[in-house]
């Protein structure tokens, strides 16, 4: 009887992209790329962060919010399944003005720190900011590992906790030595650098957890999940850099605000026309706006062009001359109308990100699975 052959060295990689090879090395971890480039602008070859922003915000970052609402509001299945999300996400568009009422109320009854409610907002939303881009990028870990079989309990409760552990980490550092953020959030008696020290060793024992865990895969006989690989040295890097590089992290928060979210605004676009063009290919029905490539996204540049035209003339957004000097015009103490006015433009933001959370749940959506090609 002939001895059994020597069992098969697992292959070194697998390769199970999401939309396809181009358009996952390009968008969904070559976004990235965006993110060292405007930091090497602002930071490096100190570029005008005010321009800066504008042109990222315009051109960019808020035409995202048009895919949320191509993948929403202009949807009819969507109205059919969601009528009470959608109508009921309309009122966080109240969310910032009621914020500036409860301050009236505050100092009108002679409360000194009447202005809090209104810091809380902010602080609330720039949380939320952070958290929206976060889950994304969780979410297409999630995608990878979902692709490549990678189900078990363990894989799945490495992806989520440390993933989040090594986003949340570097931004908690951040937050603890940036002096913007410690006057702002009234961190100032914190002491940065063991917070600092502590926020890097979680990261990397994060960090080390994902790739480990890959590591112990492929000993146990399954590939290396390559797309998920190059995801992670795509996102991880530039957390880390942003949050900890001495330069950068003294940088202003609005610097901070553009280097971690372009990276997600170019992974956003690009999942919002794969699942576009394969409801199109499933069942034929379009709207107007999602007809090709092209008309989507120059729905979303025009819609972001009024947004912003808007927000220049009541003097909400940077980087322009106003119509209205809305800061000149106090409502009451240190409130003006432009806090007021603000709370409603950031209320746009907030509905982009509540209804995220509800729409791209593929393992709890069939459909969805479906039109992203994991079923």
Known sequence: MN???????????????????????????????AAWLLCALVVGWGANLIVVWFV??????????????????????EWQR????????????????????????????????????????????????????????????????????????????????????ALLAPAAGFLAKNPEARTAFGLTALPAAPVVAATAAVAAGAAVALFGRQIWRWRAGAPLNGPKLIFLLAVLPVQAFVSF????????????????????????????????????????????VTRNLATFLASGLAMAVVFRLLGCSLEITEGCVPVIHTSTRQLFGE?????????????????????DRHIWRPSRDAALARDLRVA
């Open 3 to 33: 001895p059994p052959p020597p069992a098969a060295r697992p292959a070194l990689l697998a390769w199970p992209w999401i939309i396809n090879r181009r358009e996952d090395l390009w968008w969904l971890s070559g976004g990235a790329l």
């Open 56 to 77: 990222w915000v315009t051109l960019i970052d808020t035409p995202h919010f048009f895919g949320t609402y191509s993948r929403t509001f202009l949807q009819r299945e």
């Open 82 to 165: 969601r009528r009470g999300l959608l109508l009921g996400s309309c009122g966080l568009l109240l969310a910032g003005p009621l914020a500036i009422l409860v301050c009236a109320i505050l100092h009108r009854a002679g409360v000194v720190w009447y202005a809090w409610p209104w810091k809380l907002f902010v602080a609330w939303f720039l949380f939320e900011a952070y958290w929206h881009v976060l889950r994304q990028h969780y979410g297409i870990l999630a995608l990878y590992s979902r692709k490549n079989g990678e189900t078990a309990p363990a894989d799945r409760a490495i992806d989520r906790w440390a993933m989040h552990l």
């Open 245 to 288: 590089h001495p330069a950068v992290a003294v940088a202003p928060l609005l610097a901070y605000s553009i280097f971690v979210t372009v990276h997600h605004d170019f992974q956003y676009q690009a999942i919002v026309w794969f699942w576009h063009r394969n409801r199109r290919l499933a069942s034929g029905a379009t709207g107007r």
């Open 335 to 355: 409130i003006s109308l432009r806090e007021l006015l603000t709370g409603v433009f950031l209320g746009f933001p907030l509905q982009h990100y509540l209804l």
